[in-house]
C-alpha cells in the first residue's frame, strides 16, 4: 500500500480540525449543504461520498435521516471520520457506513450498489484526468440519481494572487489551470462547462450548478481574519453567501463552483 499523504504531512488534522473549523469551512459545508437538498430525494435515500475525508459534508446528511456510505482512501482521514461519528447522535451513527477504498475503484469497492445521490466534494483537482473519477461517479449513481461535484474554477485562478497583492502570479494566473488550494496545495482547476461536457458524455444530464466561496475567500486573501466564535456574524456571513452562490454574476466569481447532474429516470 502506498504511503498516506494526509497521515505523512498531517493534512488530515490541518483540514479537518483547521480549515472546517473557520468560518470559511462552515460556510462550505452549510452552502453545500443548502444546495444538495434542492436536489436530493428525501430521506432516507441512499447517499455515496467518494472521497468524503472526515464525513463534514455527509455526516450532516446522516443527521437528517440519509443512508450515507463514506469512502475514502486514506486511512488518517477515515480515523478522522470515525472520531467524529462518535460525536453524532446514535441513531445517525447507524446510518454511516465508512469504506476505504480509491475512488477511482469505487464501484468496485461498494459491490455494484447504486446509489440516490453520488457526491465527490474537493478531489478532482487533485487528479491529472477527471474523466475516469467521473466515470466512476456516474456508474454509482442510480437511475433518477443525483452526481454532486465540487472543483475548482479555472475561470478565477488570478483572484487569490492579486487580492493577496501578488500581481506578476495574478497576471500569470489568467493563463494557467492550476491554483493554491485552502491547505496551500496546488491543485488543478476546471470550468462547468467542460465538467459538464463530461456528464453529458456519461448520459448525466446537468441540472444546475452553484459558487461556494466568495466574498470569505476575498476577505481571507486580503488578510481579514473573520471570527468563529460570533454565532450571529457566522450565520449572516453563510446567508449572504448562500444567496451569491445561486446568481450570476456572483456564482461566476467563485474560486470552486458545485455542479448538480441528475441521470435518466
Not at 127 to 144: I, N, Y
Not at 219 to 242: N, R, Y
Request: aromatic share 8%; hydrophobic share 45%.
Amino acid at each position: 500500500m502506498s504511503e498516506d499523504p494526509w497521515a505523512s504531512s498531517q493534512l488530515a488534522s490541518r483540514f479537518v480540525d483547521g480549515a472546517y473549523a473557520t468560518v470559511k469551512g462552515y460556510v462550505r459545508t452549510y452552502v453545500m449543504h443548502h444546495q444538495l437538498l434542492d436536489h436530493l430525494p428525501a430521506p432516507p435515500a441512499s447517499v455515496l461520498d467518494v472521497g468524503g475525508g472526515a464525513g463534514n459534508q455527509s455526516f450532516p446528511l446522516a443527521q437528517a435521516g440519509y443512508d450515507v456510505t463514506l469512502l475514502d482512501s486514506s486511512p488518517a482521514m477515515l480515523d478522522k471520520a470515525r472520531g467524529r461519528l462518535q460525536q453524532l447522535p446514535g441513531e445517525a451513527q447507524q446510518r454511516v457506513t465508512l469504506v476505504e477504498a480509491d475512488g477511482l475503484d469505487a464501484a468496485a469497492a461498494v459491490g455494484g450498489r447504486r446509489f440516490a445521490a453520488v457526491l465527490c466534494h474537493g478531489v478532482l483537482g487533485y487528479l491529472d484526468d477527471p474523466q475516469p473519477m467521473v466515470d466512476q461517479l456516474c456508474r454509482c449513481a442510480a437511475p433518477g440519481g443525483v452526481v454532486s461535484i465540487m472543483t475548482g474554477n479555472a475561470n478565477t485562478t488570478a483572484i487569490q494572487p492579486a487580492l493577496e497583492r501578488r500581481w506578476a502570479d495574478a497576471l500569470a494566473a489568467f493563463d494557467v489551470r492550476t491554483g493554491t488550494g485552502v491547505l496551500g496545495v496546488r491543485a488543478r482547476a476546471d470550468t462547468v462547462e467542460e465538467l459538464s461536457q463530461l456528464l453529458l458524455d456519461r448520459g448525466v444530464e446537468p441540472e444546475r450548478w452553484y459558487g461556494v466561496w466568495l466574498f470569505v475567500d476575498w476577505l481571507e486573501f486580503s488578510g481579514v481574519e473573520l471570527d468563529a466564535g460570533d454565532a450571529e456574524q457566522v450565520a449572516a456571513t453563510a446567508a449572504v453567501e448562500l444567496e451569491a452562490s445561486r446568481r450570476d454574476p456572483y456564482r461566476q466569481l467563485s474560486r470552486v463552483f458545485h455542479l448538480v447532474g441528475r441521470t435518466p429516470g
